[in-house]
């Protein structure tokens, strides 16, 4: 049996490659506590450079205070209603001199089709590698229905121009999501 390096995508304690009812073969490898793999107020941002809608590229941080949300997949209900909400405020988070960008695995293409389709302002970066996913401590495994699969836990990141992390909100609801994150960014930089 082929032994093969633990990484985010699996859970299992001696991280041998384990062959399935259909031999496909995963890897499972010991959870992680909290602090292994996420970031915490105060920490820095883990830094990135990744492919944005529109051809361009964002590095992280970017010098100007941002919220980072991550999210699981363009165009779904969640997914599309928070993308929306954060686009109707985004002169509000610009009058503090905010910047807002989602970050999902999505492609570049599919993001430049979901922008195109919902009229979206904000910056989407595709992480098709799950630089950012991993490195934010987003990738987690999830279950639905009995089954369990790795994905996108919905979170958003408040990072100050300095790239400290000012405030955190995991396993985000879309639906008001983004009135919490404008209340804290008032909070941190109304009359900076």
Same mark, same amino acid.
């Given at each position: 049996?082929?032994?093969?390096?633990?990484?985010?995508?699996?859970?299992?304690?001696?991280?041998? +490659?384990?062959?399935?009812?259909?031999?496909?073969?995963?890897?499972?490898?010991?959870?992680?506590?909290?602090?292994?793999?996420?970031?915490?107020?105060?920490?820095?941002?883990? +830094?990135?450079?990744?492919?944005? /809608?529109?051809? /361009? /590229?964002?590095?992280?941080? #970017?010098?100007?205070?941002?919220?980072?949300?991550?999210?699981?997949?363009?165009? #779904?209900?969640?997914?599309?209603?928070?993308?929306?909400?954060?686009?109707?405020?985004?002169? +509000?988070?610009?009058?503090?001199?905010?910047?807002?960008?989602?970050?999902?695995?999505?492609?570049?293409?599919? &993001?430049?089709?979901?922008?195109?389709?919902?009229?979206?302002?904000?910056?989407?970066?595709?992480?098709?590698?799950?630089?950012?996913? /991993?490195?934010?401590?987003?990738?987690?495994?999830?279950?639905?229905?009995?089954? #369990?699969?790795?994905?996108?836990?919905?979170?958003?990141?408040?990072?100050?121009?300095?790239? *400290?992390?000012?405030?955190?909100?995991?396993?985000?609801? +879309?639906?008001? &999501?983004? *009135?919490?994150?404008?209340?804290?960014?008032?909070? &941190?930089?109304?009359?900076?």
């Amino acid at each position: 049996m082929p032994h093969l390096a633990c990484d985010a995508t699996s859970t299992r304690q001696d991280g041998q +490659a384990l062959q399935d009812k259909y031999g496909q073969f995963r890897v499972e490898c010991p959870p992680q506590t909290e602090s292994e793999f996420m970031v915490n107020i105060g920490d820095a941002a883990p +830094a990135f450079d990744l492919p944005t /809608n529109g051809g /361009n /590229n964002l590095a992280v941080p #970017t010098g100007k205070p941002l919220i980072l949300y991550f999210y699981p997949k363009d165009d #779904t209900k969640g997914c599309t209603t928070q993308a929306i909400d954060f686009t109707a405020s985004l002169e +509000a988070f610009d009058q503090l001199g905010i910047d807002v960008v989602g970050v999902s695995p999505d492609s570049v293409k599919r &993001h430049d089709r979901f922008v195109d389709k919902y009229d979206l302002a904000i910056t989407l970066v595709s992480d098709e590698e799950k630089i950012a996913l /991993n490195a934010y401590g987003v990738w987690v495994e999830k279950s639905m229905y009995g089954r #369990t699969y790795m994905g996108v836990e919905r979170s958003t990141f408040l990072i100050s121009g300095k790239g *400290e992390i000012l405030e955190i909100w995991r396993k985000v609801r +879309a639906k008001g &999501h983004v *009135e919490k994150v404008l209340e804290a960014a008032h909070q &941190h930089f109304d009359g900076s």
